[in-house]
């Protein structure tokens, strides 16, 4: 057994290690997540409806979202680059007002899953909405960035229990 402890981004020597994909097959990978901002009822209004500061804040956060998705590899030391087919950044209220939901799937017909580039997409967005309504909120809190779902790759399809 080698001294890495089963993780694959490390070699027999535990030194970091960008995993060897290359006799892996090419399959669709799709990959959602998710993350929330909890945010003050009157920041959240002012979002929703257009009047801060900054501009259009959903707007801004979704193109950050996909932007990020697309640099993940230069973000996230031993990611591979991928030629993502499809990126897509949903921003909504939270049922209960306290904040936003953002939601994001990446999609790839790749050697290896997207999970990092739909987790990226959603931190992006979420430090995106947080930069733009600072100014009016200090205390929002971003939490809850998680993995819901991903398909594709040897492993098939894999889904986040549900949150009771």
């Known amino acids: 057994m080698s001294t890495n402890s089963g993780f694959t981004h490390l070699d027999e020597q535990g030194r970091p290690r960008m995993v060897d994909v290359a006799e892996k097959a090419v399959t669709r990978r799709i990959a959602v997540a998710e993350g929330h901002i909890r945010t003050s009822p009157e920041t959240l209004s002012a979002i929703v409806e257009g009047r801060?500061?900054?501009?259009?804040?959903?707007?801004?956060?979704?193109?950050?979202?996909?932007m990020g998705a697309k640099r993940t590899s230069d973000l996230i030391p031993l990611c591979h680059p991928l030629p993502l087919t499809s990126v897509d950044v949903e921003i909504a209220p939270e049922a209960d007002g306290s904040g936003l939901r953002v939601?994001?799937?990446a999609r790839v017909?790749?050697?290896?899953?997207?999970?990092?580039?739909?987790?990226?997409?959603?931190?992006c967005a979420l430090l995106t909405v947080y930069d733009m309504c600072k100014a009016r909120d200090r205390e929002m809190v971003i939490g809850g960035i998680r993995l819901l779902r991903k398909e594709g790759g040897?492993?098939?399809?894999?889904?986040?229990?549900?949150?009771?």
């Open 154 to 164: 040897r492993t098939g399809t894999w889904e986040a229990p549900a949150r009771g």
């Open 103 to 105: 939601t994001a799937t």
């Open 109 to 123: 017909d790749g050697k290896t899953g997207v999970e990092m580039e739909a987790l990226t997409a959603v931190s």
């Open 52 to 66: 801060t500061a900054k501009g259009n804040v959903l707007t801004v956060a979704q193109l950050a979202g996909i």
